[in-house]
């Protein structure tokens, strides 16, 4: 492989500490062996002429820089990596998101369904690449309650209401405590969440937390809450799998092809009763001595085998692959 020069194409740089960020950070930190990578928020600067190949993460939302490099660089060395909102929501109604799928030589999706929302004419440009994060040890978690976590700025995206109303549904259990990470994005949604942890004193919002922060607390918890009307491949599910922390999750196809088809920790998207039912589940035989009949302990299993494709090195080893197919052939 000849070594291309690449540049990363975020709509968000590190102030954000979001998702776009991180993993257009790992990625140059990923393909580092093999390439020089920078990260700009928009493309072309003041480096551009020596590019060769773009990695533009979002659709419409770095789609001027997109259609920038298809008229430098017409048929070669583009690939647009789709998030949450480009797949289902976005690309059935935006031009411009819709133009930057015809650009791109490779469609990167984050998990295995997302090519199905794909026009049937762009899914074979798509490419899975699952977002990696490095292993952390299970810690040692009490049996005297069930701590779940949900990890998500309060955003309706995200359906923060679904948690609300399970949390009330469960106001009377003492041994089941939910905390709640995140940032109100949402003005309203955060007037709700104070009010909540005053009724119900098992739930407490712990507002934004730096993020070595946020994964202790996935690490400490029996259980990661993830609500989400839409996601692309959420960076919280791959670091509660690689903590050894299992997931109950909205049933939606970026939850869904993350954990896979035959999980057992889904509920329907926005069914809080259902959501409520699971938690209590997990916390039914906690302590049992038949580990093996518990939801908790299924759910860790199933878990486990799905880490692996949260491994940094499989992550690098598509993201090398995908470089190879983007670089120019030798003259």
Not at 65 to 74: L, V
Not at 155 to 171: M, N
Request: aromatic fraction near 4%; charge should be positive.
């Amino acid at each position: 492989m000849s070594n291309p020069s690449l540049v990363i194409v975020s709509p968000a740089l590190p102030g954000a500490n979001n998702g776009n960020w991180r993993t257009a950070h790992r990625w140059k930190t990923l393909l580092s062996p093999v390439c020089s990578a920078r990260v700009v928020q928009q493309w072309p600067d003041a480096g551009a002429s020596a590019d060769t190949v773009m990695l533009a993460l979002h659709a419409r939302r770095s789609a001027e820089s997109i259609a920038h490099w298809a008229n430098t660089h017409p048929g070669r060395g583009l690939a647009v990596v789709l998030t949450g909102t480009d797949l289902y929501q976005d690309i059935g109604s935006d031009p411009q998101a819709q133009r930057s799928l015809q650009l791109a030589q490779r469609l990167v999706v984050l998990q295995a369904l997302g090519a199905e929302a794909l026009p049937p004419e762009c899914r074979a440009k798509a490419r899975v690449v699952y977002q990696s994060t490095p292993a952390r040890a299970e810690l040692p978690k009490s049996a005297r309650h069930l701590r779940a976590v949900m990890v998500g700025h309060l955003r309706q995206v995200k359906s923060p209401q679904t948690l609300f109303d399970a949390a009330r549904l469960l106001c009377g259990r003492e041994d089941i405590r939910i905390d709640h990470i995140g940032d109100a994005g949402d003005a309203g949604l955060g007037e709700l969440a104070r009010a909540l942890a005053s009724d119900c004193p098992g739930y407490r919002w712990l507002g934004a937390l730096p993020h070595a922060q946020t994964r202790q607390r996935i690490q400490r918890a029996h259980v990661l809450v993830h609500t989400s009307a839409l996601e692309g491949g959420a960076h919280v599910i791959m670091e509660a799998v690689r903590s050894g922390t299992p997931v109950l999750a909205s049933r939606v196809p970026g939850n869904v092809g993350m954990l896979g088809n035959d999980y057992a920790g889904y509920f329907p998207h926005g069914d809080a009763a259902a959501l409520a039912a699971l938690l209590e589940a997990c916390r039914t035989g906690q302590g049992s001595k038949d580990r093996a009949a518990g939801l908790l302990d299924s759910l860790r299993t199933q878990c486990a085998l799905r880490a692996p494709l949260f491994d940094p090195r499989a992550e690098q080893a598509a993201l090398f692959q995908l470089l190879n197919e983007l670089q120019p052939p030798p003259p």
